[in-house]
């Protein structure tokens, strides 16, 4: 038994006792130290970096150590065995969770334009923002020795008169009786009821001084694998009051659903996983939210809540096993009677978790809320809908039919398995040209300050570019010299977009050729299900309209240039648009309207769901897509034009 | 500020700061140490006794104390002043409850004969034991690849095939989609649902292996102001699988329901005077039972509480402020939608709180639920149901009509407010005969062994035997004298039943000048109440046909004994029916039958209440019968002609 001591950044250091041979990484864990670990402990992403500070460790150098590092003291968690007692520096995960989760701008022109269109096109659809929650004003007789009617049945009479729903049919909770005698006293008898309405029944929700001026609040949210997106809402008015986003805390258990739902399935792991999502990244993200609007928990009523199938289960907590082991059966599509407190959030005791349909144990709720936002179920025009998450989820068809699928994109377009990756945030560069002469590239940074890393935009508008200009070739590797081009011990090339000396920032900025060959695998992943998705239907690529494009990738995706790396259909630029988090803006539809909430539950039963590895071409597709733009330089013919190939 | 240290049996010390004057009772309450006080801290009940070990106290002595007492150290902390450091030793209230805590005999014969005979009364009546709850076996198809059906759709489906309930009225809440998936491959998809009706929808209340064999369980309480009944019930069969009894821990704040109002006002007090019954008395009752039985919680569906209103407030933890103050309104008569969870209560989590609905606020739950298992209601004779609790509620009436009042008779009938009173069990002194000649009693004692206190049947027989042998007068005071017959240095008389030397007890069991006061106080309130109210009516005691005695006043009451002593009127002996405690089988007959909670409701609802102090006539009444039998004779003519009065 040997004493390992891990010493963090901020707080005290943690010491255990490991056995011999015992992984590192687990040791971390069981100390509940966090260490980022995308992939879950196999050495694959090189994350979960660590400095041995004093001691010995059995961890041999890998290609995500340089020698130079490794002399430092450099080591994966995941790739160390103990074999003595050890010090072991961590990066503070935590600290960088926190400056990762940020109250985004609700004032900037793309996001207002964005949730201005999606209300704009679903009034013109015919639905109601109309919640079923309301306020009900109460002007209550004071008891007296002749009116000695109980303070439950004072108000319940009232609202009986109020809404001619009959007694027997209106609900009041614990929740609202637990204080009601006080508020009525308080009050001087001058309330006013949150009220809704289920069937034939009317839930009091509520009892409040008159005076009280809370809003009814609503919480959307979408849980993405990499990284949550949440809106506070006024139900009444649609006013989006609050707005945040962070990671999702679950990272540390895996990058991908398949490693959390093995970790799931270890002793303790269903709560563990739920905790690190639950107390790490929501709640965190609420408090913040609560202090930058001013809001008492207390009166939020709602939650919708938007995410795949597996961020659902793990969520609820659920025993998840069966969503990635055939015959691929979840838990559930659907939920009813679901309620917030069940994943231990407190807002008001009865607010319910509605939960966006799945509709397969790969295409969740996140697509069909999405899919909703697109809109392009309403429509004529066969319209393509593109989600890049974590994973590529895709929706093909129009008002008659639609079909999904989803591909392993992986989280390049988040800017995972990217070195220098990083969400579209301040720091991130979100676009690029490169001068084809001098090499020499003008980036734009989120923020306009110093670039830290790159968003998935910008990953796009840099391979384009660099493809352009005949820097990397149609297999993305760099075929031209110069001072931005290096080449290390290994061989390996990157190119350099920011030198740190230049431009003051933390550190160069860099994509390598494992970048771009991750990147080129994640967009091939895409063009292929779309093509093999078009097939299964009898269709090539060229009947599609529209093309809608979503994600985490940002706003300042430029389209050419993804075109130009193959990784949308070679159509006319004007009929892309990019929709925004349409995973968040369908939740926040579905919590504005009834009627929303009924569509995108009509769209999970109506639409079909393609499974690409039962489709015996897909494997070729996807290989002939590894390639810029791709093996076969006709399917895109703007590009085989301006590029000459 | 000084250092106040409770030395306390089994348990560590507690050590706490106090500043000079404070109130050594409100000193232990903050350092959370039990001490007995159930006139919640006025000097009155003597019960809080503590031993100064070692220190100073400002403490007088006093009556409850004798002079080798206090010479020994004995102080009442209610009556103690801090003045410098103490070292305090408390006597194990806690011990003392936990032994008062007792698994009744499901097997003696007036158990069975009380709960057979109200089960034939409800069959004859028309009730049908059918409970909602009920067991649904479902064989379900293993899913495939070709039948990728949701888990929780595969159950809705199948309960909507075996019921007929449409799908979208098929409710299942998060309690049982947590761990649907590992169930139903467990048990290879061979389970058993427990299912329930609620209008036109069917709750899953839980999915169960077929092989499971634990029976569908309710739980009923009589939550009483001193002492607290369950019963463990087999919603199917009837059975009763486990019945146990203990005291309220509330009691440390008092006796009587006024004080505990008072008590719980103050800051946290509802959170407090919650605690005190919940984790004290109910979750410790209910662990002993779940052990005896071998139940799992989980499998507990249903709670039937009928208890006073206060205590019904108390419990839930509402503000109660109300109930004691003009216009005495409560926060409800009756409520619905109360779960068992919301008391901090872990049974199955949706497991209903069904409160026997009160009907003022003086007049409860215990009450309602008591009158239907008197089964008055149903009869054309006229029939006075008396329940001896902590006060005296009293209904009068047939199946035309009902009428109630309550009475402030205290706790004596439960042995309270008597120096060596105790509840109806073990070592209690039941019943009791006394020589005249020799003054000698003879006594018997429940569980057969030495005497250790009196109940209340055992105190009637007392004084009716003491009144009937000369040794007391009309007014209870000793005017004979004997070896028996002893009076201290204030010249107060009493009558030892049981000298420590004679049984071998724990200590000499007697009867003093006080007790017997007190006692003829609380018979005369019933006494008074009953022509009090028989007066509002009309009527003289004389049109009485039927007394049903209700109350923790023991099978054994002897009924020529309370018409002796002027507690009940004087009608033929065989018109007389103990029914034992009909708060807990109002309950339990409540948690069988739909039917009788219907009832029951209904019985609220008609029944009027009579509120004694607003009778001109009562305060008389009341004086006239605080005297053996009543100051005019005439209405006891048996005991008159008996003896020659």
Known sequence: MFTITFVLEGAAP?????????????????????????CSGNGACGKCRVRLAEGYLDSPQNRHITSEEYEAGWRLACCSKVVGDATIEVPDIASAYRSRMKIADLDSPEEIAIFDNLRQQMLEAGFAFQS?????????????????????????????????????????????????????????WHVKCVISRDGDRIHIRDVLPSENTDPIVGFALDLGTTSLAGLLVDLQSGKILAKASCGNGQIRYGADVINRIIESEKRGGRRRLQ????????????????????????????????????????????YSDPVRM???????????YIYVRDIGLKMNPLAELVVAPNIGSYVGGDITAGAFASMIWNSPEMSLFIDLGTNGELVFGNNEFLMSC????????????????????????????????????????????????????GIIDIIAELFRCGIINGKGKLVREGKRVLHDEHGMGSFVLAFQSETG?????????????????????????????????????????????????????????????????????????????????????????????????????SMTYLELSNEPQYMDNFVASCFLPHTDASLFPSVQEELGL
């Open 14 to 38: 943690v010491t255990i006792d490991a056995n011999a041979n015992e992984n590192l990484l687990d040791v971390a864990r069981k100390a509940n130290v966090a260490i980022d670990a995308p």
């Open 132 to 188: 079923d929650l309301s306020f009900l004003p109460l002007e209550l007789s004071e008891p007296t020795l002749d009116d000695t009617m109980p303070d439950n049945e004072r108000v319940i009479r009232a609202v009986e008169k109020a809404t001619g729903c009959p007694y027997e049919n209106i609900i009041m909770p614990y929740s609202v009786l637990r204080d009601l005698s006080w508020v009525l006293r308080e009050s001087e």
């Open 275 to 318: 905790d690190a999502v639950v107390k790490e990244s929501i709640i965190p993200m609420l408090v913040q939210m609560y202090q930058s609007a001013n809001i008492n928990p207390r009166r939020i009523y709602r939650m919708v809540l938007a995410g795949n199938t597996t961020m659902n289960h793990l969520l609820l907590g659920l």
């Open 326 to 336: 055939e015959p691929f059966v979840p838990s559930f599509f659907r939920t009813n």
């Open 406 to 457: 989803a591909c392993s994109a992986g989280p390049a377009f988040e800017g995972g398995d990217i070195s220098c990756g990083m969400r579209a945030t301040d720091g991130a560069i979100e676009a690029c040209t490169i001068d084809k002469e001098t090499m020499e590239p003008t980036l734009t940074v989120i923020g306009g300050g110093a670039p830290v890393g790159i968003c998935g935009s």
């Open 505 to 605: 920032g933390a550190k160069d900025v860099v994509i390598n050729e494992v970048d771009i060959d991750n990147f080129i695998r994640a967009k091939g992943a895409i063009f292929s299900a779309t093509t093999t998705m078009l097939h299964s239907l009898g269709f090539d690529p060229s009947v599609i309209e529209r093309v809608y494009v979503a994600g985490g990738i940002g706003s300042g995706i430029n389209m050419k240039n993804a075109v130009t790396i193959g990784m949308f259909p070679d159509i006319s630029l004007d009929h892309f648009h990019y929709i925004g988090n349409s995973s968040q803006t369908g939740a926040y539809a579905m919590l504005l309207s009834q009627g929303a909430r009924e569509k995108v539950d009509e769209l999970s039963r």
